[in-house]
């Protein structure tokens, strides 16, 4: 069994940056091929919205059109513990939000597709004032 945690949020100012950082584990050692992972975020009361996602073995990477430019993925497949990371600059007052990782067992997945991960983390706020 596969375990997301995500670390990172808190409460920054406008033009700030953050780094969300996301810890996969498993009890057993690996037993899951990892295909892609990603971030999502939600507000209260809307959906949860893509944000972006690596694919595991490439590092092909896909943002939503709202971050492109300000926002980072990137992975760390060779330690012992998988990791993602997420860079956020310049941070705006529309990026509050919880965030959460996830992670697709399979290779069939469409990257902007909450549908698409198996595992999800239980996300880490992020508050961006004004």
């Known amino acids: 069994q596969v375990q997301l945690a995500e670390s990172g949020g808190g409460l920054v100012q406008a033009g700030d940056s953050l780094k969300l950082s996301c810890a996969a584990s498993?009890?057993?050692?690996?037993?899951?091929?990892?295909?892609?992972m990603g971030w999502f975020r939600q507000v209260p009361g809307r959906e949860r919205e893509f944000v972006a996602a690596i694919s595991w073995s490439r590092g092909s990477t896909n943002y939503a059109d709202f971050v492109k430019g300000r926002f980072t993925i990137s992975r760390d497949r060779d330690s012992g513990n998988p990791t993602m990371d997420l860079q956020m600059n310049n941070l705006k007052p529309e990026d509050t939000a919880r965030y959460y990782c996830a992670l697709s067992v399979s290779r069939y997945y469409r990257a902007d597709d909450s549908h698409s991960y198996d595992v999800w983390g239980q996300g880490t706020q992020v508050t961006v004032s004004s």
């Open positions: 498993e009890r057993r050692g690996r037993s899951f091929s990892y295909y892609a």
